[in-house]
C-alpha cells in the first residue's frame, strides 16, 4: 500500500468519526443541544419548542392565540394520564378562563368557546392545570388547601374544610 493511499483512507476515517459526531451532539433530541441553546438563546418569555425538534417556532406568549396558548400549556403538561379518578392534596393558586362574547342584532348576548381551567400546587410542588365548568369556576376558593379529584385533566371534585364543589 503506497503513502498516498494510507493518508486518504486516515482522511477518510476521520471524516466519518467527525460525521457521527456531528450527528450524535447535534440531532434534535441530543442533550448537548439543549445544553448549547441555553447559552446561544433567551428563552425566558418564549413558549413553544423547547427541544429543538423543529416543531412550531417559539414566539411571545403575548402574540399567541388562546388556542396556541391552551395547546402549549397541554404539551408542556405532565399529569398523569390514566382513565381513573386520582385524588391529591392540593391549593389553588391561579384561576384562568377563555371566553367569546357574541352579542346578536336582537340584543341576545351569548357565550361560545368557553374554556375554564384551575391550576392547583400539589403538596409536592406540581402544577396541575385541571379544566371546569363555569359554575365550579366561581364556587372553587383561592388558597384553600382541600382533597383534588381529577380524570384526565378535568375536575371531578374539590373537598376543602367548609364545602365541597363539583364539576
Known amino acids: 500500500m503506497t503513502e498516498q493511499l494510507k493518508n486518504l483512507l ?7 468519526v467527525v460525521l457521527i459526531l456531528v450527528i450524535l451532539l447535534f440531532s434534535g433530541k441530543s442533550s448537548f443541544r439543549r445544553l448549547l441553546s441555553l447559552f446561544l ?5 418564549y413558549e413553544g419548542d423547547d427541544d429543538g425538534d423543529g416543531g412550531e417556532r417559539a414566539m ?3 402574540q399567541q392565540t388562546p388556542t396556541q396558548r391552551r395547546r402549549a400549556a397541554i404539551e ?4 398523569k ?7 391529591e392534596m392540593a391549593t389553588l393558586v391561579r384561576k384562568s ?3 367569546l362574547r357574541v352579542i346578536e342584532s336582537t340584543g341576545q348576548v351569548r357565550l361560545v368557546d368557553e374554556y375554564y381551567e384551575l ?8 402544577k396541575l392545570k385541571i379544566e371546569c365548568s363555569a359554575d ?3 364556587k372553587v376558593p383561592f388558597n384553600q388547601q382541600g382533597s383534588l379529584t381529577y380524570k384526565r385533566n378535568t375536575l371531578v371534585k374539590f373537598k376543602y374544610y367548609e364545602d365541597t364543589v363539583f364539576n
Open 81 to 87: 394520564r390514566t382513565s381513573e379518578p386520582i385524588v
Open 41 to 45: 438563546e433567551e428563552r425566558e418569555d
Open 60 to 62: 411571545p406568549v403575548k
Open 136 to 138: 365550579a369556576y366561581e
Open 10 to 16: 486516515i482522511l477518510l476515517a476521520a471524516i466519518v
Open 76 to 79: 408542556e403538561n405532565v399529569q
Open 119 to 126: 391550576i392547583f400546587v400539589t403538596r409536592k410542588g406540581q
Open 97 to 99: 378562563d377563555d371566553r
